[in-house]
């Protein structure tokens, strides 16, 4: 069954120090990993996505990292600030047939992030 | 641009009683989806539509139906609400690699 794991469940840290979130995936075929952030009471939103090619994705103060032969895959976020007080959503995407539909996407549970002063 | 809009926002339903979602985009994606998502649990796909007329199922179908009449709407109807169906939905849709999700419709079954 494909799974994908995410760790922590929660953090806390300070405003301006860093952190890294991760994600371990079972999901196989691969097509892409995507990091979606999600504020509380809001839809997610995209951060990044890679291929099975691509080892590293930046976004601002967010650089995702991706190993396809672990299947490990992490958020890291520099210098943060409270507005990066969030859930992260890690998803994987499997090929399926073909079409518009033709990809499957399993999500992790998220990381709650919380940004204190 | 609003992308996509979901209405309503919050809803209090009694168990047994019907109610559409609406989810609209202006984007003219084809794939629309909806998804629950649960405390504790990922997002879980409901039903998804890869155009006009056409619909499929997908983890968790049961207890809700679709249509898609046009590109633009794809409503999500409870035909008679449970109190396993309160969690929060979401409308999204999907356009090369990336989805665009709305801002959530909060449903609590008494």
């Known amino acids: 069954k494909n799974q994908v794991e995410q760790s922590p469940q929660s953090l806390i840290i300070l405003e301006g120090k860093n952190c890294t979130l991760q994600?371990?995936?079972?999901?196989?075929?691969?097509?892409?990993l995507r990091w979606y952030k999600q504020d509380t009471g809001r839809g997610p939103v995209s951060l990044t996505i890679?291929?099975?090619?691509?080892n590293t994705k930046s976004n601002g103060r967010y650089t995702a990292t991706l190993d396809a032969d672990t299947k490990q895959s992490s958020l890291h976020i520099t210098a943060s600030q409270l507005s990066d007080s969030a859930s992260y959503i890690c998803?994987?995407?499997?090929?399926?047939?073909?079409?518009?539909?033709?990809?499957?996407?399993?999500f992790g549970k998220g990381t709650k992030l919380s940004v204190i002063p | 641009n609003a992308g996509v809009t979901q209405t309503p926002k919050f809803q209090v339903l009694k168990t047994g009683q019907s109610m559409t979602l609406q989810c609209a985009q202006d984007m003219n994606h084809e794939y629309m989806s909806w998804y629950r998502q649960d405390p504790g649990m990922g997002l879980r796909l409901i039903h998804y539509?890869?155009?006009?007329?056409?619909?499929d199922q997908g983890e968790v179908p049961n207890g809700y139906n679709v249509s898609r009449s046009t590109t633009e709407d794809f409503p999500l109807r409870l035909l008679s609400a449970a109190p396993s169906q309160t969690s929060v939905y979401f409308c999204?849709?999907?356009?090369?690699?990336?989805?665009?999700f709305g801002e959530g419709s909060w449903l609590t079954v008494v």
């Open positions: 890679m291929t099975f090619s691509e």
């Open positions: 994600c371990n995936y079972t999901v196989s075929p691969f097509s892409n």
């Open positions: 999204a849709t999907r356009a090369e690699n990336t989805i665009y």
């Open positions: 998803v994987v995407s499997a090929p399926r047939g073909h079409g518009a539909g033709s990809y499957q996407l399993t």
């Open positions: 539509s890869v155009g006009a007329g056409i619909t």
